[in-house]
T-cell receptor, first 115, second 115 residues
Framework: AQKVTQAQTEISVVEKEDVTLDCVYE???????LFWYKQPPSGELVFLIR??????QNEISGRYSWNFQKSTSSFNFTITASQVVDSAVYFC????????????FGTGTRLTVIP | NAGVMQNPRHLVRRRGQEARLRCSPM?????VYWYRQLPEEGLKFMVY????????ESGMPKERFSAEFPKEGPSILRIQQVVRGDSAAYFC?????????????FGPGTRLTVL
């Protein structure tokens, strides 16, 4: 069965600090996709990244970077030089079992960036 | 190019009433997913529909909940005889094709409050 664990419930950092949000997943599929979404206080879900299981190359997008390690079943998300606007709940998600397309979400990490 | 539309954004019902939540997918998308987010929790998959067909309802409660996606018009999530435990944010997502990991675009959500 698919499972996503985000062990960090809440994190607080001071502005300009770097912060890493952890995501560990479980799946028996050989082909799967991992996602990160941001949910700001306004409540909508903002797509950040999608990564397939065959692509372990790390990705950087501005201040955001992602570290995918299949060996440890982790897909961690780092924000460099955090800003107050980064304050949100961040969700990691895993695609459903082969043949299904629903997403399995972790419980989220609430990030607060203190000015 | 409008994104996924959901209405109403906020809905208040008294116990025992019916709640109808609407979702219009992105233009050209024929796959719709409904997720529920209980307070302080991650999103949980409820149901996946294509036009006129329920494909996967494994996440739907067995009673009081139903969903449809007619040939014309929005997808509807219907909750009969609401109870306080139904208070949650309900998100709709749509995708263009059916493929594991295909990006799902989320609507802004409907926040249901049951008094």
């Amino acid at each position: 069965a698919q499972k996503v664990t985000q062990a960090q419930t809440e994190i607080s950092v001071v502005e300009k600090e770097d912060v890493t949000l952890d995501c560990v997943y479980e799946t028996r599929d050989t082909t799967y996709y991992l996602f990160w979404y941001k949910q700001p206080p306004s409540g909508e879900l903002v797509f950040l990244i999608r990564r397939n299981s065959f692509d372990e190359q790390n990705e950087i997008s501005g201040r955001y970077s992602w570290n995918f390690q299949k060996s440890t079943s982790s897909f961690n998300f780092t924000i460099t030089a955090s800003q107050v606007v980064d304050s949100a709940v961040y969700f990691c998600a895993l695609s459903g079992p082969t043949g299904a397309n629903n997403l399995f979400f972790g419980t989220g990490t609430r990030l607060t960036v203190i000015p | 190019n409008a994104g996924v539309m959901q209405n109403p954004r906020h809905l208040v019902r008294r116990r025992g009433q019916e709640a109808r939540l609407r979702c219009s997918p992105m233009k050209g998308h024929s796959h719709v997913y409904w997720y529920r987010q209980l307070p302080e929790e991650g999103l949980k998959f409820m149901v996946y529909l294509q036009k006129e067909n329920i494909i996967d309802e494994s996440g739907m409660p067995k009673e009081r909940f139903s969903a449809e996606f007619p040939k014309e018009g929005p997808s509807i999530l219907r909750i009969q005889q609401v109870v306080r435990g139904d208070s949650a944010a309900y998100f709709c997502a749509s995708s263009l094709v059916l493929a594991v990991g295909d990006e799902q675009f989320f609507g802004p959500g409907t926040r249901l409050t049951v008094l």
